[in-house]
């Protein structure tokens, strides 16, 4: 399997298209800070939601159990899933119960990490995603590159022609207004068809047990209030205390995500409608592992709102793709390593660490602290290539030692030949498109002992 | 006031000129510097790249080296940041910790501890100031975009104070040249890149240097000038404050 | 044991010590005039504003606007009934798929993003403000707070089934971040504010 190098050298290959791709995105990124430079208040904002979310990580077993008691009481199922499978399992029980083969679904990260729609396919049910641009990436066999733009690396051409193909758009049409408005009417005739809709969860409230749940678009609320039955999928981590705190949090999720003040509909499901169902999955996969994990638990405050991804250099100019799992960016590179370490140990190399995720995020989260420790939990449980670590037990055995340092530095430059960016050959990655520094006649250290020791 | 002068190893190799403009200037403001001349390198290759347990020996150097002075200057933030976040020693962490509240990158030296006001020097060219990371996110020497915070920036206050240096605003002020230590070969694809696109604002506001508080970035950007066979050039900001013309 | 025992031991036994939540610190706006705020923030994400004294002047300007012998208007407004088909909570949320205009009223309004909160008290039919092509809301201009913690001060020990904030007309910037109004939901947004 390629990992997150060799997948962004091939995005590289067509370098305007990256070009386009990181103006797209850096524009996201620059909407993000109108939005938040409006704010006065912005940081203390942040420290307010970071410190709710601080809280419920730490009473995470109460809050869930008191949201279950409430949500029961509002007269919801609720489920509770252990993995991905139990989830998948969940979800297919409720169909077959219902009797439904099919399934409107409205944008979900959770159900892309279990990989629900695949589940689902397999047990001969079809689901239609019903997000523009989860719609645009099923229709493609592909899966979302971004979580908040799910197809925000294919160009509006490419789009024309995959409508063109599945729902008749006139050919060689790439006009968005019209590639909107034809998936809208083609997708109401889903909305009005299908008796079973699963959205995601934005919030879970613990004091009164019901959830939110944010789109621009109105699908999950046209898929809900038209069907008989609603499935809501959550990771626990999901939960926040009270309502009100819904008013930190809607404050900062949309003008971080895509600098709109507030998304158009956050609705709040307390009770199911006369004659319908709602389900709560609520589901761990791991979550209640990475909450054990003291450097990495700060990752579960993560509310999804892909800042980080908007602002990140790499991630710009790699693609979502590049991450090779469901969710991409620098949120996903520290949360990936706990469900699969072997799997995504590429992932916290893919950063520079220069700690603008950190800065964005609208909970605090430190992501390029935790990128920096994930890399030293993986060479501590062996995922670092063998040559590395021995290039790396050589060059920790130079530096500590000043006479070899010196000696290698006026042999011929120590650092050219060991520190793996300066390797001059044709043959390094540094040399490949960039020329190396001229070597001085001598180093810093000659110079002094010449020229000021005593 | 004792001050110790750090050197990064590959400043020490390649770049002499920027730790004698570094040593030069101290000099030059009055304060009398050493240079512990058995240091090596702050260990950051090797923790960054997740080796941290193999940066040991550099550490207990590192504190050998440094103890006992009253400021340890570094003309790189990434360097300074690396020994002020991860200089620990289970023997001695009592100094560790003494050096890690007392190292200093050279601009905000130069601000905070020395409240330089005036500078006498000269540099008469179009100059697109490199915010590098480390320095900029890790220090916090100058203001960053994304927070919602009153602007400062320390290397560019003492920029203002160079005679005839006329600053490029860029299109993105603070984004990651893509060096990244291993990254730069690890991630070659995405760290050219990013490079190139910095070269390209830089050269688009019509800077005829690019300076930084930081050599690791500009050699990186310097590598793709050079390649590019541009004439834009690459000088460390101690170069420019130490007021030596070209 | 079974998975929600499983769970629940596991983010017990993982869990952080206890931390409290913090308090949310008053964020003052400043002297703002909100009735303008609100107008310009929801002019900027398409929505249209009209600023009006009575309820008669609703009636003109919506059959106005929407005029046209075809058109399905539904509203259980009664000063609307001239124009509008009322509803009831059992119908089909189903045959309201042909709805041109439906006409709500909104007892909360938020200024710093053009959002009116309904809640099944106004929408008996939960659909109804979704599934409609143009949606109109009205609401007094004393209901009108500046921020949504002032919105959640307000309903936080509100009871309903469910509720939502609705901020201008359904949108999307799917395709290559060209914002297209009218995705799924209501394809415009009209508020009066009355008062």
């Keep these: 399997m390629k990992d997150h190098a060799q997948l962004s050298e091939t995005f590289n290959e067509d370098e305007p298209r990256v070009n386009w791709h990181d103006e797209t995105l850096w524009f996201v990124r620059q909407k993000r800070d109108k939005a938040a430079h409006g704010i006065p208040e912005w940081e203390q904002l942040r420290e307010t939601a970071s410190q709710i979310k601080n809280n419920v990580l730490s009473n995470l077993s109460e809050y869930l159990v008191q949201f279950e008691e409430q949500a029961k009481q509002n007269g919801i199922t609720v489920h509770w899933a252990a993995d991905a499978a139990e989830h998948n399992k969940i979800v297919y029980g409720i169909l077959q119960q219902n009797g439904v083969q099919q399934m409107v679904k409205s944008k979900s990260m959770l159900t892309e990490e279990c990989h629900l729609n695949e589940y689902l396919k397999e047990q001969g049910i079809d689901v239609t995603d019903t997000d523009l641009g989860e719609r645009i990436v099923q229709l493609a066999e592909e899966p979302p590159s971004h979580i908040v733009l799910p197809c925000i690396h294919w160009k509006k051409e490419e789009i024309g022609v995959l409508f063109h193909k599945h729902l008749g758009t006139p050919e060689g049409n790439a006009d968005p207004q019209l590639l909107t408005h034809a998936a809208r009417l083609n997708l109401r005739e889903f909305f009005l068809t299908r008796r079973v809709a699963l959205t995601g969860v934005n919030f879970a409230i613990a004091e009164t047990g019901e959830f939110v749940v944010c789109t621009n678009e109105g699908n999950a609320d046209m898929g809900a209030h038209l069907a008989d039955v609603h499935i809501a999928c959550m990771g626990m981590e999901k939960i926040i205390p009270e309502r009100k705190h819904l008013g930190v949090f809607l404050r900062l999720l949309a003008r971080s995500a895509t600098g709109q003040p507030v998304t158009t509909y956050s609705s709040h499901f307390k009770k199911p409608a006369r004659n319908q169902e709602i389900h709560i999955v609520i589901v761990d996969n791991g979550r209640s592992k990475q909450l054990g994990r003291a450097d990495f638990r700060n990752s579960l405050k993560c509310i999804r709102c892909a800042a980080c991804f908007n602002t990140c250099p790499v991630y710009r100019r790699s693609g979502g793709h590049s991450y090779h799992t469901a969710i991409a960016g620098p949120i996903g590179s520290i949360l990936a390593p706990n469900l699969d370490m072997k799997q995504y140990a590429d992932l916290p190399f893919a950063s520079t660490l220069c700690g603008s995720c950190s800065n964005v995020c609208p909970v605090k989260i430190d992501i390029h602290e935790q990128l920096y420790k994930w890399r030293q939990v993986l060479v501590q449980e062996g995922y670092a290539p063998a040559a590395k670590t021995a290039a790396m037990k050589g060059m920790g055995f130079t530096l500590s030692n000043p006479g070899a340092f010196n000696v290698a530095g006026k042999a011929g430059r120590w650092v050219v030949k060991n520190v793996p960016f300066l390797v001059n050959n044709r043959f390094n990655a540094w040399y490949k498109q960039r020329d190396m520094p001229e070597a001085p006649k001598e180093s810093f250290t000659e110079w002094y002992k010449k020229n000021k020791a005593e | 006031m004792r001050v110790a002068l750090f050197i990064p190893c590959y400043v020490n190799q390649f770049y002499p000129q920027v730790a004698i403009a570094t040593l030069q200037l101290l000099e030059k403001l009055g304060v009398t510097v050493q240079y512990p001349v058995n240091q090596t390198c702050c260990g950051q290759p090797m923790a960054n790249s997740g080796f941290e347990h193999l940066a040991q020996g550099c550490n207990t150097l590192f504190i050998k080296n440094f103890s006992g002075f009253d400021y340890i200057v570094c003309p790189s933030g990434s360097c300074t940041l690396h020994i002020k976040d991860h200089l620990h020693d289970e023997h001695q962490e009592g100094k560790a910790q003494e050096i890690r509240t007392r190292v200093y990158e050279l601009t905000e030296f130069l601000t905070d501890v020395l409240h330089v006001t005036k500078l006498d020097a000269k540099f008469p060219y179009r100059v697109g100031m490199h915010q590098s990371c480390h320095g900029q996110r890790g220090l916090h020497l100058s203001q960053m975009t994304e927070l919602v915070e009153k602007p400062f920036s320390k290397p560019l206050q003492l920029l203002q104070m160079v005679e005839g240096v006329e600053l490029v605003e860029l299109d993105r002020k603070d984004e990651c040249c893509g060096f990244g230590g291993t990254f730069c070969v690890a991630e070659e694809a995405v760290s050219v890149k990013m490079g190139k696109d910095r070269v390209a604002d830089h050269i688009k506001q019509g800077a005829e240097y690019i300076t930084a508080a930081d050599m690791s970035c500009l050699m990186h950007l310097e590598g793709i000038l050079k390649r590019q066979k541009s004439s834009v050039q690459v000088k460390h900001i101690a170069e420019i404050l130490n007021g030596e013309g070209v | ?195």
Aim: charged share 15%; proline share 4%; hydrophobic share 45%.
């Design chain 3, 1 to 195: 044991m079974s998975s929600r025992e499983n769970i629940l031991a596991a983010v017990k036994s993982n869990q952080p010590a206890f931390v409290g939540a913090p308090v949310i610190p008053h964020f003052a706006q400043g002297e703002i005039n909100l009735v303008e705020k609100y107008g310009t923030v929801l002019s900027g994400i398409g929505g249209k504003l009209y600023l009006v004294e009575t309820h008669n002047q609703v009636l003109d300007i919506l059959q106005t606007d929407f005029f046209g012998p075809a058109k399905r208007v539904v509203s259980n407004l009664g000063y609307l009934s001239a124009m509008a088909e009322s509803y009831t909570s059992d119908a089909n949320p189903h045959s309201f798929k042909n709805v041109d205009l439906f006409v709500v009223e909104s007892r909360l309004a938020v200024a710093e993003n053009g959002a009116v909160w309904v809640t099944d008290q106004e929408i008996p039919q939960r659909a109804l403000p979704f599934i409609t092509q143009h949606l109109a809301a009205i609401v007094h201009k004393n209901d009108i707070v500046a921020t949504m913690h002032d919105a959640y001060d307000k309903i936080a020990n509100f009871d309903y089934g469910f509720a939502t904030f609705i901020a201008g007309p359904s949108k999307t910037a799917d395709i290559e971040q060209s914002l297209v109004l009218g995705a799924h939901g209501a394809r415009t947004m009209t508020v009066f504010v009355v008062g």
